[in-house]
């Protein structure tokens, strides 16, 4: 249990077989990574007051997904008091288990590849704020995805977010699975996508409109 309104910073990795439970102050990993589960036996469970803004992570965290039954992980991250939490529901149980590790980076993810065509709307800028990583080893599924997008600056339209796609900062942005509706406000916006099959890589937020033209 952590309860530090100070907050604690990891001087090395730490795994947590059984509950982590976040009551106040906020973890802060360092270089290091925060697990929760060790196997599907014992996949660890999350317990965080939703409507605190305290109980987050900033840094590597990772949570074991079982391959048993579909289920649904939230990882609460945060970065300069910001909350970047994203949350997998697996629409099945995972065809391999293993660990999904995942951190928010606070860099400008750039533009490359962009404009990009997602439905019937033109994807064309970033929110410059970040981006997030993920990694997995020899883990695979089909979920949908949901993101905390608060105040990310950069975009004039928070009606149209869309959550991009690439495998690195080398790759230019994509789409991964398809776009589903969130929550629509500057200070409580949630971007999600259903069906993505992708374990590694790393997703951003894009702003769109609904000019289908793609100029090339």
């Given at each position: 249990?952590?309860?530090?309104?100070?907050?604690?910073?990891?001087?090395n990795?730490?795994?947590?077989?059984?509950?982590?439970?976040?009551?106040?102050?906020?973890?802060?990993?360092?270089?290091?990574?925060?697990?929760?589960?060790?196997?599907?036996?014992?996949?660890?469970?999350?317990i965080?007051?939703?409507?605190?803004?305290?109980?987050?992570?900033?840094?590597?965290?990772?949570?074991?997904?079982?391959?048993?039954?579909?289920?649904?992980?939230?990882?609460?991250?945060?970065?300069?008091?910001?909350?970047?939490a994203?949350?997998?529901?697996?629409?099945?149980?995972?065809?391999?288990?293993?660990?999904?590790?995942?951190?928010?980076?606070p860099?400008?993810?750039?533009?490359?590849?962009?404009?990009?065509?997602?439905?019937?709307?033109?994807?064309?800028?970033?929110?410059?704020?970040?981006?997030?990583?993920?990694?997995s080893?020899?883990?695979?599924?089909?979920?949908?995805?949901?993101?905390?997008?608060?105040?990310?600056?950069?975009?004039?339209?928070?009606?149209?977010?869309?959550?991009?796609y690439?495998?690195?900062?080398?790759?230019?942005?994509?789409?991964?699975?398809?776009?589903?509706?969130?929550?629509?406000?500057?200070?409580?916006?949630?971007?999600?996508?259903?069906?993505?099959?992708?374990?590694?890589?790393?997703?951003?937020?894009?702003?769109?409109?609904?000019?289908?033209?793609?100029?090339?």
């Amino acid at each position: 249990s952590i309860e530090n309104p100070s907050g604690i910073i990891l001087s090395n990795s730490v795994t947590v077989t059984n509950a982590l439970e976040l009551v106040s102050g906020n973890i802060n990993t360092g270089t290091d990574t925060l697990k929760l589960g060790v196997n599907n036996s014992n996949v660890g469970s999350l317990i965080r007051n939703p409507n605190s803004s305290s109980g987050t992570i900033t840094g590597w965290f990772a949570r074991w997904i079982s391959s048993l039954a579909p289920s649904a992980y939230l990882y609460p991250l945060s970065y300069s008091g910001r909350y970047r939490a994203v949350n997998l529901a697996f629409t099945k149980a995972a065809e391999n288990a293993g660990y999904i590790l995942l951190h928010y980076s606070p860099l400008d993810p750039g533009k490359n590849g962009l404009p990009i065509s997602d439905d019937d709307y033109r994807v064309f800028d970033t929110g410059r704020d970040g981006y997030w990583m993920m990694q997995s080893a020899n883990m695979s599924g089909t979920y949908n995805i949901e993101v905390s997008a608060d105040d990310f600056s950069g975009l004039g339209n928070y009606t149209n977010l869309r959550l991009l796609y690439r495998e690195s900062v080398f790759d230019s942005w994509t789409t991964s699975g398809k776009h589903s509706s969130g929550v629509i406000s500057q200070s409580g916006h949630v971007v999600c996508r259903t069906d993505v099959t992708n374990t590694s890589g790393q997703f951003g937020i894009g702003e769109a409109d609904n000019e289908q033209t793609i100029e090339t």
